[in-house]
Structures are given as structure tokens and as C-alpha cells.
């Protein structure tokens, strides 16, 4: 069991509101958008996605660290976690330390003992805001600066091209911030795939032939993506299958000549259900995004809205209606979550 002493720690948000809770994790300040997510497990796949670079994740799930963590080697990409009970003690036959130690090993600030239903409400009701946690609840002035006015894609992405497996159907991964399942879905179906920096220009020959564009999830505003948006509309002149996947799915219908918008709370949960445009079959999907596509901005004689929010009705992937183009705005691979979407790989793998 783990030995702790309860140090004082206090969430701010910018509104205001203030939080007393307990230290653990990494002892010094987190700054960043606060954002929920509703997740009942699966807290190292989320802590390790780069999708919530920049951001403090407050967990709703009451129980969090039970467990443990994994062997991983993955980055975590959050600035700080807020979470209700923290569990001391953890059982897990994978299990090799405590959340408490991978967040110190990684210098991650957390905080538990505060509701995070409660913050949750705010969030829902007012949007995600900026926040910061403050161990020891030190008096500090607010100067907290917005971390989606970065290029935080530029932030994650790979910074050099790789390659994983061999063959003779090549997909050119836009890394825009990528999931590691992502790839392994592909090599595990046979393809190879050529992992480039979010900004690469993948068609001027230096990575030879391919046969199909996957653009990969990722955290921030899409507007700051204008290099990745050119080179997706030259492999569209080129009519080379995309899928634009999360992240990817706003860059594709920028690419056609669409806009986004950010969304209130943003979606980050493994439970949203969304209705595909052809069957009105609905399907639960694990989301992370904070951007939706303004569908209305769209061709409509070319493109139809592929999938909408149950929820919320916000289009949540496009698809061209007679060249080989689509979207989505969530996984369809997740470790420990749906899986019910994977058939879109095949579908992708199929147009090549």
C-alpha cells in the first residue's frame, strides 16, 4: 500500500472557482484548458493520447488508479489530472507501479479529493475553460495563457519519416499527433505504412509511390494546420484514397473547402453514439476532439455528412460522394473501449 501525506492542492478555474483537494503525481503547477471526460477505464490509453496536449483532464469515473499502469513506454500528453478518489492501493496482473509513480516519473501534477462531478457541471454549462493546479495552494497571480492558440500538432507530431512493415500496398500516415493502435491496425492487416511530420510534403516523389493518405488524430485547432491542408488537397487533385481520421477528418473538409468551429465542452468519452447517413445504424464510438466540422460549409452536390452525434447532432465524419474520400471524428480502434467502427480500416484498405 501506498504511504501518503496529504498535502494541500488547489484547482482554479478562470471563471473563478476554486477546488481544495490533495496532492499526487508530480509536485508543481499544471496550466491548460480544463476539459471532462466520462471514461470508466482505459485512464493510461487517455493520459498517453495526443489529442489532450495542452489540456487538464478531469475524470468523472468517481475511482481512478485501482489498476495500476501497465509496462508502457508512451508519452503522457496531458498537463495535469483531476480525479475524485485516487486509489492507494492497486490489482492488476499487468501491472507494474502505481498512477501516483508513472505521473511523477513523467512530471505530471494531479489532484484528487475534489468533485469532479460538480466541476464537470461547470464545465458542461459555461465550456471548457483555462485552469491550473496549485500544490500547496500557493497564492499565485493568474497568468495562465491558452493552449489552443498554439500549434500543438506541431508540438506532437513525428519530427522525421518511418516506416513500419512491408508491402506492396503503402499508406502515407499524416502524423498529426498519432495513436500507436492506429498503426499497428494497419500492419497488423498486411500494409505498410510511412509515417510522416504533420507538415511533410509527401507527394514530391522523396517517399516513392503510395497508395492511399491516412491523416491521423491530433490535439488543437485545425486552423493552425494550413502546410498539412495544402498537401491533403494536392492528394485529393491526385484522387488518392483518404481517410482522415479524428483531427483528420476536420483537415480533409478543410482540404474540400469547409471550416470548423470549436464546440462548447468538446466530446471525450468512450460512449458516444453516432448514426451512419446510409443504414441510420448506430454505432458507440470513443471520442477525443474539441472541433466539429460545419458540415453547411460544404459542397453539398459533392460530399454527404457520413455520421452525426446522437447527442448533440454535430457532424462527426464526411464522405465523397463519388471519389474515394472520407472522415471520421473518432476511433475506431481504442484498447478497452468500443471496436464496433474498425470495419472502416477495411474500408479504407479496400479503396486502395
Known amino acids: 500500500m501506498q504511504s501518503f501525506d ?22 508543481a503547477p499544471a496550466e491548460g484548458e480544463v476539459v471532462f471526460s466520462t471514461i470508466m477505464s482505459g485512464y493510461p490509453e487517455a493520459l498517453t493520447d495526443p489529442s489532450y496536449s495542452g489540456q487538464i483532464l478531469c475524470i468523472t469515473y468517481p475511482l481512478i488508479g485501482n489498476y495500476g499502469v501497465p509496462a508502457i513506454d ?16 492497486y490489482s492488476h496482473w499487468r501491472a507494474v507501479k502505481s498512477l501516483d509513480q508513472w505521473l511523477k516519473e513523467q512530471k505530471i501534477p494531479a489532484i484528487y479529493g475534489v468533485d469532479t462531478r460538480q466541476i ?10 483555462l485552469g491550473r493546479i496549485i500544490p500547496n495552494g500557493k497564492e499565485m ?10 500549434n500543438l500538432v506541431d ?4 519530427k522525421e519519416v518511418s516506416h513500419y512493415g512491408s508491402s506492396k500496398k503503402r499508406v502515407v500516415l499524416l502524423d498529426c499527433g498519432v495513436r500507436p493502435g492506429v498503426i499497428e491496425a494497419f500492419t497488423q492487416r498486411g500494409i505498410e505504412v510511412i509515417r510522416v511530420p504533420w507538415n511533410y510534403d509527401f507527394n514530391d516523389g522523396s517517399i516513392g509511390q503510395y497508395n492511399g493518405l491516412l491523416i491521423s488524430n491530433g490535439p488543437g485547432d485545425p486552423d493552425q494546420c494550413d502546410n498539412a491542408v495544402k498537401n491533403i488537397k494536392r492528394a485529393m ?14 483537415l480533409l473538409a478543410k482540404a474540400a473547402g469547409g471550416r470548423t468551429y470549436k464546440l462548447k465542452c468538446g466530446h471525450h468519452s468512450a460512449n458516444q453514439p453516432v448514426s451512419m447517413y ?13 472541433y466539429a466540422v460545419d458540415f453547411s460549409t460544404l459542397n453539398s452536390a459533392e460530399w454527404d455528412e457520413y455520421f452525426t452525434n446522437m ?11 463519388t471519389k474515394p474520400f472520407f472522415g471520421t471524428h473518432f476511433y475506431p480502434e481504442f484498447n478497452g473501449n468500443p471496436d464496433d467502427t474498425a470495419f472502416l480500416f477495411d474500408k479504407f484498405i479496400s479503396m486502395l
Open 6 to 27: 496529504k498535502t494541500f492542492s488547489t484547482l482554479q478555474l478562470e471563471n473563478g472557482l476554486e477546488f481544495q483537494g490533495f496532492l499526487f503525481g508530480y509536485t
Open 237 to 250: 487533385e491526385l484522387n488518392k484514397p483518404i481517410y482522415g481520421l479524428c483531427l483528420g477528418n476536420a
Open 278 to 290: 446510409s443504414s441510420k445504424r448506430c454505432y458507440i464510438t470513443s471520442q477525443v476532439h474539441d
Open 155 to 158: 508540438v506532437v507530431s513525428c
Open 120 to 129: 464537470t457541471k461547470v464545465l458542461r454549462d459555461s465550456g471548457s475553460m
Open 141 to 150: 497571480p493568474w497568468d495562465v495563457d491558452n493552449p489552443q492558440s498554439e
Open 311 to 321: 447527442n448533440d447532432g454535430t457532424c462527426e465524419g464526411i464522405i465523397h460522394k
Open 74 to 89: 508512451d508519452k503522457i500528453h496531458i498537463r495535469g489530472l483531476i480525479v475524485t478518489d485516487y486509489s492507494f492501493d
